[in-house]
């Protein structure tokens, strides 16, 4: 599972994952998540250390007890009965036998290889299997035997006894073909070549878009984070230095801007060991509402777009967003703008890298060149080229390695027609010219060299984030979880169906509100609409009101005696739903958008009701009642000001028409 995806975060989230790899075992039919059993990854390059993690597999999946699932091969021993009857009882054209020690995994792991092909089967025979060893003239272990189902068999004699050379040769035996399985899970994200283009965006290799940054710093604090449910220690520490070295040197536009700052205040005025993140992340979110502060919530990757979904993206921005902050730290060091010292971003990096970037092995290799060479830094200029000759190295290491986007290929940094002064050549030989380096990278890494392009305005964010605010807090009031399948199949099909009682009981935090969150058939409209009866009704809501509102919900539930409601007022509220239930007998139910009564007041000891009514979509208040009433009292005055103007003027027109000298 790519717990870089936004997608797997939530589940990653829940089985604790915190870096990569992490691996979860579950036994064959396992019936929830909680059963996951946490192998330890081995330590260090997973690439070198693979084979480690498959022994753990093979032997967590030998330990499966009770049913062993029948896509899951055998990976016992076969004897020699097994071996004769084989063909009798399958289908398939070959059996491969490994003969080999007890103690090898050679032939479970090309069992499971070759899980994946079809027309084959493969099975591992032991040394004390004397029985077999004799009838295929065995003479060395490993070794590989095929059996035909003509009876006949050959030996393979392989100059390599690995797997990789057993599972090859097998691949090639003629009839035996990959089966059409897809892994569970496996991204289906690549795509044609067609959608590709639609959805590709343009970028220059010369610039840095602020896209991307806004994109990494979105994925660092609500996904990276989020890993962790309770923040401290290290961990804490490490975040607190990367708010703040955003909050000075994040070239961030106003509203991000005000986002860190605030982001990093708080942070720092909480003098406490353990944040949950929960209160991290409202902050992120801003659900503390403070004035202009906003960072979107998506992922726009310009430059750091992969030609495939799970290519480039977050790693390649925290790359950049690191370099355009030492690069800024240098200029406010240089100019005196802000108080920094030259080691201030690395320490920042190193902290973020180590304790919170989900990829372990990344985190690993910087460590190491850090502990090594990081402490010498001395200077804000020295720490731009630590950053940039560390990145060189990195991308020496990776060049070539499967996680390489092909049409990104890892080549050291800048490139000859992106910077032909940052070389010069020696004796045939090229060398990196350190002061134009230095020089290119504080253009590069500018703020004039930081473009828009693709970003969403300032202003249509921070409108998303007071209408997401608005509809969470509505949510949050009603109680009434609108994303579930259901409602949301709804919501496409522009309606909502209306429970048949309208009042029936969901529990005692589900306070509902009038019929306001039954959408009117303006779906485009759908957000305006909820907003302005919101504010609307919280405005006539008394807590009192809301108070009898919820205890008629649990009321219907069973639930009284917790309401604090008396028999009589609970009766009232019965008898007022009867009475509006009863008033809408006989209109046809297609039209019938929602019906629902709320108490607002008392007025002495009675309570006050309010009935609002939908019908044909259309909801009317007091508010549209007065409107009608002032908008029909006007045409009155209107018709009787005609009336008069005509009737006086009318005995004169008489008068002349009478008269002939006219
Ligand atoms: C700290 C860290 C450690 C990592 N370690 C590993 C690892 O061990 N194994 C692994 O598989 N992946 C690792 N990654 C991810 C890997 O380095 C790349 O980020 C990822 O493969 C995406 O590569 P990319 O093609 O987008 O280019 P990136 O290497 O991510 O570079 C992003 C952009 O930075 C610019 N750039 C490139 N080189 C330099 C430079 N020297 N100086 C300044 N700017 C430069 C270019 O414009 C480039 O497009 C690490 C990432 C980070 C942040």
Redesign the pocket.
């Known amino acids: 599972m790519d717990c870089a995806e936004p997608a797997n975060v939530q589940t990653c989230s829940e089985q604790g994952v915190t870096g990569f790899p992490t691996v979860q075992y579950y036994k064959a039919f396992a019936q929830n998540t909680r059963e996951g059993k946490r192998i330890s990854a081995p330590h260090g390059d997973v690439q070198d250390n693979v084979w480690i993690l498959r022994h753990m597999i093979i032997n967590y999946l030998e330990k499966n007890e009770g049913t062993w699932p029948s896509a899951c091969p055998p990976l016992e021993p076969a004897s020699a009965t097994e071996v004769q009857e084989f063909f009798e009882n399958n289908n398939e054209h070959y059996l491969a036998l490994i003969f080999e020690d007890d103690k090898s995994y050679l032939g479970r792991e090309v069992t499971m290889d070759m899980l994946q092909y079809e027309n084959i089967v493969v099975r591992r025979v032991l040394r004390n299997n004397q029985a077999l060893i004799r009838q295929y003239q065995v003479n060395s272990l490993p070794s590989l035997c095929v059996l035909y189902r003509n009876g006949s068999f050959s030996q393979i004699l392989l100059s390599r006894n690995d797997r990789s050379s057993y599972t090859s040769i097998l691949q090639t035996l003629p009839g035996v073909v990959h089966s059409l399985f897809t892994l569970i899970g496996s991204p289906n994200t690549d795509m044609n070549q067609e959608q590709l283009s639609d959805m590709w965006k343009n970028a220059d290799?010369r610039k840095v878009y602020m896209a991307d940054l806004e994109s990494g710093l979105h994925y660092s604090l609500r996904v990276e984070v989020s890993k962790f449910t309770i923040l401290s220690g290290d961990i804490l520490t490490a975040l607190r230095k990367y708010v703040t070295v955003l909050a000075k040197f994040f070239p961030a536009r106003q509203c991000v801007k005000n986002l860190l700052q605030s982001l990093d205040s708080w942070l720092r005025s909480r003098d406490i060991t353990k944040i949950p993140y929960s209160d991290f992340r409202n902050m992120v979110d801003n659900n503390e509402q403070i004035p202009d502060a906003v960072l979107a919530d998506d992922l726009t990757w310009v430059?750091?777009q992969?030609s495939k979904s799970w290519?480039?993206g977050f790693?390649?921005s925290?790359?950049?967003i690191f370099?355009v902050m030492t690069v800024q730290a240098a200029y406010n060091d240089q100019y005196k703008l802000k108080e920094t010292y030259p080691l201030e971003v690395l320490d920042a990096m190193r902290g973020y890298?180590h304790h919170i970037?989900g990829?372990a092995?990344?985190a690993a290799?910087?460590e190491n060149m850090a502990k090594e060479t990081m402490p010498l830094v001395s200077t804000t200029n020295e720490a731009i080229l630590w950053?940039?000759?560390r990145?060189?190295q990195?991308?020496h290491?990776?060049a070539g390695?499967p996680?390489?986007?092909p049409q990104?290929p890892?080549r050291q940094?800048p490139s000859y027609d992106i910077c032909p002064n940052c070389r010069s050549m020696v004796r045939r030989r090229s060398f990196w010219t350190e002061s134009s380096i230095l020089d290119f990278?504080k253009v590069h890494y500018s703020l004039q060299n930081i473009f828009t392009d693709y970003l969403v305005p300032e202003v249509e964010l921070l409108e998303k984030q007071s209408k997401g605010r608005r509809q969470r807090r509505l949510r949050r009031e009603t109680g009434k979880e609108r994303n579930t399948k259901e409602e949301k199949e709804a919501l496409e099909n522009n309606r909502i169906e209306i429970p048949t009682n309208g009042l029936e009981s969901h529990g005692p935090s589900n306070i509902q509100k009038p019929s306001i969150i039954w959408m009117s058939s303006r779906t485009n409209d759908q957000d305006e609409d909820i907003v302005d009866l919101d504010s609307f009704v919280e405005q006539q809501y008394k807590s009192k009101s809301l108070k009898a509102l919820s205890g008629r919900r649990k009321h219907k539930s069973g639930r009284r005696e917790t309401l604090g409601l008396t028999m009589e007022e609970d009766q009232q509220l019965d008898l007022d739903y009867a009475e509006a239930e009863e008033s809408l007998k006989g209109v046809d139910s297609r039209y019938l958008i929602g019906v629902h009564l709320e108490e607002i007041g008392k007025d002495g000891d009675a309570p006050v009701k309010r009935r609002w009514f939908r019908l044909l979509g259309v909801g009317f208040s007091h508010l549209d009642i007065s409107l009608c009433l002032i908008l029909y009292l006007l045409s009155i005055m209107c018709l009787l000001g005609m009336y008069m103007y005509f009737g006086m003027k009318m005995p004169c027109r008489k008068r002349h028409v009478g008269d002939p000298s006219l």
């Open positions: 290799k430059g750091c992969g290519f480039r790693p390649c925290m790359w950049i370099h890298v970037f990829c092995e990344c290799h910087f950053l940039w000759s990145h060189n990195v991308n290491r990776l390695v996680s390489e986007d990104f890892k940094w990278l």
